[in-house]
C-alpha cells in the first residue's frame, strides 16, 4: 500500500475528492480527512461549534469510515499549532494517538508525528500541517500500487493545492516548518489567506 495526499483550500472540494475516491471503489476505512474547524464542517449530532474549549488530545468521536461512509464518521480533534479541527479516519486516529503520547510524554508527535508515519515525507507533512492551520483540507488515502495513479488522479480532479508553488508562498512569507507552539490562525487570518490563494491561485 501507498499513502498519496492532497491538501485542498476549499473543504467541498476535499469533500468531493473523499466522495471520489469512495466512489471509485477506495475503502473509507483508508481514507482519512482533517480540515480546520473554521470551515464550520457539521459534526453530526454535535453541531459545527463542537471544538469550542476543546484540549489538546481531546477525544475525536467515530474516527473510522463506517457504514454511511467516510464522512459520516467525522468528529474533533484539537492539533497543537492548529487548534481545533474536523476529522475522520486512520490518520485522524493516528494523530490523536500522536498528540496524546506527545502531550504524556513529551516526544514530538502531532500530525505531522502521524503523516510521517503513515509515509509522508517530513517536508512534505510540515508543509499540509501548515496548510491545515491556515485554514485548508488534507485528504490522505492508502491505495495499492497498482491504483497510484488513478487515486492522484481523483485527488487532481479536484482544485488540489500544488505543493511546491504553496511552499514557495510560504517560504516568501519567512516560514520553514510548521511550529506546533505557534499560535493558531485566527479566523480573520484564514479569511486573509483564502482571499490571497483566491487571488493568486497558487
Known amino acids: 500500500m501507498k499513502t498519496i495526499t492532497g491538501l485542498y483550500d476549499s473543504y467541498s472540494d ?53 457504514a454511511g461512509g467516510l464522512l459520516a464518521g467525522l468528529g474533533m480533534l484539537a492539533i497543537p499549532g492548529v487548534g481545533p479541527v474536523v476529522a475522520a479516519g486512520w490518520l485522524a486516529a493516528t494523530a490523536a494517538g500522536a498528540v496524546a503520547g506527545a502531550v504524556a510524554g513529551g516526544a514530538v508527535g502531532g500530525i505531522v508525528g502521524a503523516m510521517v508515519e503513515s509515509g509522508v515525507p517530513e517536508e512534505d507533512a510540515n508543509l499540509y500541517a501548515e496548510g491545515i492551520r491556515r485554514g485548508g483540507s488534507v485528504i ?27 511552499r514557495a508562498s510560504y517560504a516568501e512569507q519567512g516560514w520553514t ?19 490571497r490563494y483566491r487571488t493568486n491561485r497558487l
Not at 24 to 31: C, E, L, M, R
Not at 140 to 159: G, Q
Open 14 to 66: 476535499a469533500k468531493a475528492a473523499v466522495k471520489a475516491l469512495e466512489d471509485a471503489g477506495v475503502s473509507s476505512d483508508d481514507i482519512s480527512i482533517v480540515t480546520n474547524k473554521t470551515n464550520g464542517v457539521d459534526v453530526e449530532g454535535q453541531g459545527t461549534h463542537a471544538a469550542d474549549g476543546a484540549g489538546t488530545g481531546a477525544g475525536i468521536g467515530a474516527v473510522a469510515g463506517g
Open 140 to 166: 490522505t488515502a492508502r491505495v495499492d500500487e497498482s491504483r497510484v495513479a488513478s487515486a492522484e488522479a481523483i485527488l487532481n480532479s479536484s482544485p488540489r493545492v500544488d505543493i511546491a508553488a504553496r
Open 177 to 195: 516548518r510548521f511550529d506546533e507552539t505557534a499560535d493558531p490562525y485566527t479566523p480573520e487570518q484564514i479569511a486573509a489567506e483564502r482571499e
